[in-house]
């Protein structure tokens, strides 16, 4: 069968991998019939992802088929569509037993510390499988991402009287967009790209779309009546960003960081305490953020149509993917499809 590997920053490769042949009691065969391409996937390939080691098959964000079960699998059957809950713990430790599954110490997670999806079939645990029948294809090749987006909304505790900023309308940020908005309270979405805040605009035309400028808490004042938010997400994964945060949030407000960079946070602390800030990570998603996602999207309270930006066959990958870091290719989601 046909795989894709990343032999090394910058160097994708074609190859020919063995079709899986044993299945474990525990385990489905799955069929990848879309991968969705993940910020991971993009900093892996310039060498700028945290936790990740080389050679390595990338694809996380999957929309498969269930061509084959072990013995022991009696949940699902043959054609179901699913999709992948893409990390996975090597020993239940604390946190693992506190229900925080994904951040366990020993924490696996597809296409970054194993082999991913970016190959035409996988052997799978099937209690790391969510059905996802009654979806389309390029839907559930969403899931994932959304997932991550319900995970970091969670965190956030929301209430009524809460107003939320989202700072970086990248797929993540317009996931929290789209979830944050169910909740009732007002939204307002702050991004540097003209293209990504006219497509909240059209998307989410209830939400406040704030460009970044040197009037930018002025702006942000103006889209909450006079106040700074209650909740900031930042999903931008920029130093400068995050750190600046600290500046935007309102007394007694709480700060996610959703994206990543490597390296340090600083801020000032007699202003983290004159405010009261409380700041929380939000990592990857769990089981139960999967399940939200899919009730949501087969309840029609997730609408992905226009999400997907960028179509991209397996065969043609090496010579797209460097067109994904192109500004002037307006990208927001693009799928590989099989």
């Given at each position: ?271 983290f305490h004159r405010k009261e800030i409380t700041l929380k ?58």
């Amino acid at each position: 069968m046909k795989a894709i590997i990343l032999q090394e920053p910058g160097k994708f490769q074609y190859m020919e991998k063995e079709y899986p042949t044993e299945l474990k009691p525990d385990e489905v065969l799955l069929k990848i019939n879309k991968v969705s391409i993940c910020g991971t996937d993009l900093h892996a390939f310039n060498g700028k992802q945290p936790f990740f080691t080389y050679p390595r098959i990338l694809g996380h964000e999957v929309s498969a088929e269930i061509v084959a079960t072990g013995d022991e699998v009696n949940q699902f059957n043959v054609g179901d569509k699913c999709t992948v809950e893409p990390y996975r713990n090597l020993v239940n430790d604390q946190a693992v037993h506190r229900g925080k599954t994904n951040c366990g110490i020993t924490l696996t997670v597809l296409g970054v510390h194993e082999d991913g999806a970016m190959q035409e079939y996988i052997t799978y645990k099937a209690s790391n499988v969510h059905l996802a029948n009654g979806l389309e294809d390029d839907q559930i090749s969403l899931i994932e991402p959304f997932a991550v987006a319900a995970h970091a909304v969670d965190r956030a505790n929301i209430i009524d009287s809460d107003t939320i900023l989202v700072i970086g309308a990248g797929p993540i940020g317009l996931g929290i967009i789209a979830i944050a908005r169910l909740l009732g309270v007002k939204v307002a979405v702050l991004d540097l790209s003209k293209f990504r805040l006219d497509f909240v605009k059209n998307k989410f035309p209830d939400v406040a779309t704030i460009v970044l400028s040197d009037d930018l808490e002025k702006d942000i004042k103006t889209s909450f009546n006079g106040e700074l938010p209650t909740v900031i997400f930042d999903a931008t994964g920029n130093k400068n960003s995050m750190e600046n945060s600290f500046n935007l949030i309102a007394h007694g407000g709480t700060i996610i960081f959703v994206g990543l960079f490597v390296g340090h946070v600083t801020f000032d602390d007699p202003n983290f305490h004159r405010k009261e800030i409380t700041l929380k990570a939000s990592r990857s998603a769990r089981a139960v953020d999967f399940k939200k996602v899919i009730q949501l999207m087969k309840a029609g309270l997730i609408n992905t149509d226009g999400f997907i930006t960028h179509r991209i066959p397996f065969d043609h990958l090496i010579d797209k993917f460097d067109h994904l870091y192109d500004p002037e290719e307006n990208l927001i989601k693009a799928v590989i499809d099989f």
